[in-house]
Structures are given as C-alpha cells and as structure tokens.
C-alpha cells in the first residue's frame, strides 16, 4: 500500500513539473509575440512525392531475413505476424493497421487498383500516415531498415510476385474534365468502387466503417 501511495505521489509531482514547463513555455511564447522560438524554427513538412528516396540495395536473403527481424520488433504488434492487419494491438487502433495479404496501398504514385512501386512504399514507411498511428519510422530506423521491411511487406502478397501486375509511376494524370453532372456521377461511382466510404463515409465526413 505505501508503495502504491508513493508511486502516486510520484506521479503527481511529476504531472506538477510537466505543467509548470508548459506554463513556463506558454508564458515564453506570449512575451515573444505569441510565436515561440521552438516553432519558428520547425522545418517545412516532407510531402510524399518530395522524400528523397536512396538507392535500393539489392535483395538478397539476408536483406529479406533483417526486414523479417525489423517488422517482428516494429510492426508485427499493429499488422500482425502474418501481415493481415490482426495485430494484439489492433483492436485499440483507430484507423485499423492495413492488411498487407490484400496488397491495397492508398499513398502510392502508380495508376487506380495498381500496386504501389518500391518507391512509393519506402515512402510510406518513411513518412507514415498522418492522423492513423503509423508513425514516419525514417527517425527511428536507417535506410537499410526501411528497404529490408519494404522486401518484406511485399513478401505477404503472392500479387508482388504476379508479373502481369503493372508496378509504373504515373508521370501525367492528363487535364481534370471539366464539372458536369456526367463527370461528378463517374466520380461518385469511381468513390463506391475504390472504396472510398470506408474511410471518408458515404457523404464524405470522415465517418467510414
């Protein structure tokens, strides 16, 4: 029991020092003019096509053997061993870890219902998912890491193995269509077809299954 109360004890005081330097920072930011020194000096957000990607080692059975030992440490408690996505953690998470049996990847710069090239998935797992709990990992594992696990997530999919799957980047999406009523139908029925609701929901408000 005393060891209880004095963990609390512990607890407490150190939410006390957590809010005093808040306070502290908040009080430092409102001297400067409201923008504080840490802010101004954040670095301007990677986009996705705009990561510098590093030359691909090649693969070889240690690499897939060291992307095998990187997932089980990094990835397996989200995903799953197995790469369905049934992770222990899984049923915590909002939105769910992606399945990587199915081989559907959003981020990717390939055309609709293609599979993403290598590329685009050292990308995703550099920079993570923003608003899901994939994390950028480009700052807690090197490159060699992030290619080894790039060889691994592909080992899930027989479709990574299939040579009839196109794996090219787009490199011109065309002129947009003008705005009609036959253009915004075409929309609606590519939205139902790439299941788009799932995520966006059926009136686009964010509150898919």
């Not at 953690?89 to 559907?104: D, T």
């Not at 691994?152 to 999919?157: A, E, L, N, R, T």
Request: hydrophobic fraction near 35%; glycine fraction near 10%.
């Amino acid at each position: 029991m005393r060891l209880r109360a004095s963990t609390l004890v512990l607890g407490i005081a150190a939410g006390l020092v957590g809010c005093g330097q808040q306070q502290s920072a908040t009080n430092e930011s409102k001297q400067s003019g409201g923008t504080s020194v840490a802010n101004a000096a954040l670095p301007a957000k990677i986009t996705f096509s705009e990561l510098p990607v590093p030359p691909k080692p090649a693969v070889t059975p240690e690499l897939l053997a060291r992307g095998k030992t990187v997932y089980a440490q990094n990835c397996a408690a989200c995903h799953g061993m197995n790469g369905d996505g049934k992770g222990d953690a899984a049923a915590f998470l909002a939105p769910k870890p992606r399945n990587f049996v199915q081989a559907n990847f959003r981020l990717r710069s390939t055309a609709p219902n293609n599979l993403p090239t290598d590329v685009d998935l050292f990308r995703q797992i550099s920079l993570g998912s923003p608003g899901t709990p994939m994390p950028p990992w480009k700052h807690m594992l090197d490159e060699n890491d992030r290619w080894a696990l790039v060889e691994y997530v592909k080992s899930f999919s027989p479709r990574f193995s299939d040579t009839n799957e196109v794996r090219v980047a787009i490199a011109d999406f065309g002129t947009p269509p003008a705005r009609s009523l036959a253009t915004i139908a075409e929309g609606k029925a590519l939205y139902a077809k790439m299941n788009c609701f799932t995520c966006h929901g059926d009136k686009g408000r964010g509150d898919g299954e």
